[in-house]
């Protein structure tokens, strides 16, 4: 495993485990986190300020990480209120490995769209 | 450039040019495509026709991969009769490199959730 997939890991780990030192330990002073879909942008001790106070009971689980060159990704099964969701998360890092740049989506369910029944399996 | 980032790279470029004999060298024969938002799954060169039948004017553009172990990730921009859509891709792949697992999300923009405007710009 690379040192960044170690450190996609670690940054789930200590999340879910509310571990914000250990979660620090990880970022960039300069990171920048995104969410394109709602067009929102967070700096540095931001994103911990985020999740510290981002409301319900809400946890974290990777599900799998690619890692390489200077970047990785990650598939997040996530649960708030009990409620499943996915997190799909593109990270990448400066020369000493901490994260320096996030961007992240959170895909909804929705309907198939019509026309292609007879080529697709339901699951 | 990993091998399997030059096969992210080659797919998306052969499918915008609906190149099919070149996606088709690119894909196992045991491929499986799933977009777990509407569980749908398609099989082998079920996928070829999923895009030769897809509607619209449809476009793809790469705009960045991950890859790394026997794994890739993609970052795709789209366009569907012109409006902006956004692909995110994880590929898996064989001994041979070939594409054998393919699973894909279609995000959609949203309003953000209340309460952290304080915390967020927006772009």
Request: hydrophobic share 40%; proline share 8%; glycine share 6%.
């Amino acid at each position: 495993m690379s040192d960044h997939a170690t450190t996609v890991r670690r940054f789930w780990e200590s999340t879910e485990a509310r571990d914000w030192p250990a979660l620090t330990a990880l970022l960039s002073p300069d990171l920048v986190y995104e969410t394109e879909q709602t067009r929102e942008r967070v700096r540095g001790p931001g994103l911990l300020r985020l999740f510290q106070e981002f409301p319900g009971d809400w946890h974290v689980h990777l599900r799998r990480v690619v890692a390489g060159g200077d970047a990785a990704s990650s598939i997040v099964d996530a649960t708030l209120d009990g409620e499943p969701m996915v997190a799909l998360t593109f990270f990448a890092f400066d020369a000493t490995g901490l994260v320096t740049r996030i961007e992240e989506w959170w895909p909804e369910p929705y309907e198939p769209p019509p026309g292609r029944a007879h080529l697709t399996e339901r699951f």
